[in-house]
């Protein structure tokens, strides 16, 4: 018997389309928001009262994407980027305004995904960062052949950035050598990615490491020292006696905490393999995405209770949150957080009575649409 042959659909060949724009808004990515054939459109690059042409590079049903073009009228806080790479780089998001303007565009955006918790919710402070390039003390680039740079999330090319401006100088040696001597194609074909970064023996260069090999770091060591005290001023007039340190790393938050009280009976738990031989009742191998994982935490701690937990997951939150708190009773909980997207809905899934007693916006991640969130709860 003669098989049919299935009908496959053509699949519709894209195609590039000049728009005209006026852009209404900032969205919490750092792209201008215009209303085309009544949908919105996002175009990085722009802002607020901004006109002009752009080019269409995606669209699906109810929102389009495009690139800026060419700018018919401008904002008022527009200014020349400082880098050269930065219109078509996709590492920075604010440098074509002021740092203020970049620091309003990242206050109402975490204004916007805290409305949607019930709890009411106090003014957000605001600690801007203290240089706005040079700070990243960590970078992770994307080699295609003897090319290396950042990835263009539209044509998917890389794109190089010899000059960039948002590197810690320290590290600079190590990356004008990716670009002057290209030596390292010998070892290295076809596609993957290096990362640089310092470490206390000074610059380690490693290829196609999963990101922050060696162990995670904040990328901005001045506004890094800034969260710390944050957190430590949390706690100081509270009386602390145990403190559970959730995804600890090495303890970055936690270490200032237990310096100026030694009292503190601090546990740290977090997802690190080569730290299970040096496993102690302060610190506990877990990973906390584990669906076993309150269960195994409780076997294996001696606390039943703990009257602060801090918790600084990864961007995609921790959802479990809530079961914790419930389980283990803290007077207080700090939520430090990348995502606030993600940080939102984990706190909204809080039960029994809890007042949210500060909310910060620190600027690890200045020219980015990134920042640091602190959130301070304390339950009845």
């Not at 090319?147 to 590197?167: H, K, S, W």
């Not at 320290?170 to 030596?183: G, I, N, T």
């Not at 909980?333 to 039960?351: E, F, G, H, K, P």
């Given at each position: 018997?003669?098989?049919?042959?299935?009908?496959?659909k053509?699949?519709?060949?894209?195609?590039?389309?000049?728009?005209?724009f006026?852009?209404?808004?900032?969205?919490?990515?750092?792209?201008?928001?215009?209303?085309?054939?009544?949908?919105p459109?996002?175009?990085?690059?722009?802002?607020?009262?901004?006109?002009?042409?752009?080019?269409?590079?995606?669209?699906?049903?109810?929102?389009?994407?495009?690139?800026?073009?060419?700018?018919?009228i401008?904002?008022?806080?527009?200014?020349?980027?400082?880098?050269?790479?930065?219109?078509?780089?996709?590492?920075?998001?604010?440098?074509h305004?002021?740092?203020?303007?970049?620091?309003?565009?990242?206050?109402?955006?975490?204004?916007n995904?805290?409305?949607?918790?019930?709890?009411?919710?106090?003014?957000?402070?605001?600690?801007?960062?203290?240089?706005?390039?040079?700070?990243r003390?960590?970078?992770?680039?994307?080699?295609?052949?003897?090319?290396?740079?950042?990835?263009?999330?539209?044509?998917?090319?890389?794109?190089?950035?010899?000059?960039?401006?948002?590197?810690?100088?320290r590290?600079k040696?190590?990356?004008?050598?990716?670009?002057?001597?290209?030596?390292?194609?010998?070892?290295?074909?076809?596609?993957?990615?290096c990362?640089?970064?310092?470490?206390?023996?000074?610059?380690?260069?490693?290829?196609?490491?999963?990101?922050?090999?060696?162990?995670?770091?904040?990328?901005?060591?001045?506004?890094?020292?800034?969260?710390?005290?944050?957190?430590?001023?949390e706690?100081?007039?509270d009386?602390?006696?145990?403190?559970?340190?959730?995804?600890?790393?090495?303890?970055?938050?936690?270490?200032?905490?237990?310096?100026?009280?030694?009292?503190?009976?601090?546990?740290?738990?977090?997802?690190?393999?080569?730290?299970?031989?040096?496993?102690?009742?302060?610190?506990?191998?877990?990973?906390?995405?584990?669906?076993?994982?309150?269960?195994?935490?409780?076997?294996?701690?001696?606390?039943?209770?703990?009257?602060?937990?801090?918790?600084?997951?990864?961007?995609?939150?921790?959802?479990?949150?809530?079961?914790?708190?419930?389980?283990?009773?803290?007077k207080?909980?700090?939520?430090?957080?990348?995502?606030a997207?993600?940080?939102?809905?984990?706190?909204?899934?809080?039960?029994?009575k809890?007042?949210?007693?500060?909310?910060?916006?620190?600027?690890?991640?200045?020219?980015?649409?990134?920042?640091e969130?602190?959130?301070?709860?304390?339950?009845?």
């Amino acid at each position: 018997m003669k098989q049919r042959r299935r009908h496959v659909k053509p699949k519709q060949k894209f195609v590039e389309r000049v728009l005209e724009f006026t852009i209404e808004s900032m969205d919490s990515m750092g792209q201008g928001v215009a209303k085309i054939d009544n949908k919105p459109c996002f175009i990085p690059k722009t802002l607020p009262g901004e006109e002009g042409k752009a080019i269409l590079t995606k669209a699906s049903k109810g929102v389009m994407f495009a690139r800026l073009a060419s700018l018919d009228i401008t904002a008022d806080n527009r200014e020349e980027a400082a880098c050269k790479h930065f219109e078509s780089c996709p590492g920075c998001h604010y440098l074509h305004t002021d740092y203020q303007s970049e620091l309003l565009y990242k206050h109402q955006a975490l204004d916007n995904h805290l409305k949607r918790l019930t709890a009411p919710v106090p003014v957000v402070k605001v600690v801007p960062a203290e240089e706005r390039l040079g700070y990243r003390n960590r970078i992770q680039l994307h080699y295609r052949h003897k090319y290396i740079g950042m990835i263009d999330g539209v044509t998917n090319n890389v794109l190089e950035i010899p000059t960039c401006l948002a590197i810690d100088a320290r590290l600079k040696v190590a990356f004008d050598e990716l670009y002057d001597d290209r030596s390292w194609t010998e070892e290295h074909e076809g596609h993957g990615h290096c990362e640089l970064y310092l470490t206390e023996e000074g610059v380690s260069v490693e290829w196609d490491q999963p990101y922050s090999h060696g162990g995670f770091s904040q990328v901005n060591e001045a506004m890094n020292r800034v969260l710390k005290e944050a957190v430590l001023n949390e706690l100081k007039d509270d009386a602390v006696s145990t403190l559970l340190d959730l995804f600890s790393g090495e303890g970055n938050l936690s270490d200032p905490v237990v310096q100026s009280n030694d009292a503190i009976d601090r546990v740290m738990v977090d997802y690190a393999p080569d730290r299970v031989k040096h496993e102690s009742l302060s610190f506990i191998h877990l990973d906390l995405f584990s669906e076993t994982s309150l269960r195994a935490f409780k076997a294996r701690c001696e606390h039943k209770q703990f009257d602060v937990i801090l918790v600084d997951p990864p961007r995609k939150g921790f959802t479990d949150l809530a079961l914790w708190v419930k389980a283990l009773k803290p007077k207080k909980l700090i939520y430090v957080s990348c995502n606030a997207a993600t940080m939102v809905r984990d706190l909204q899934q809080l039960t029994g009575k809890f007042t949210i007693d500060q909310v910060s916006l620190i600027d690890l991640f200045p020219g980015t649409y990134h920042y640091e969130t602190l959130v301070s709860v304390s339950f009845e």
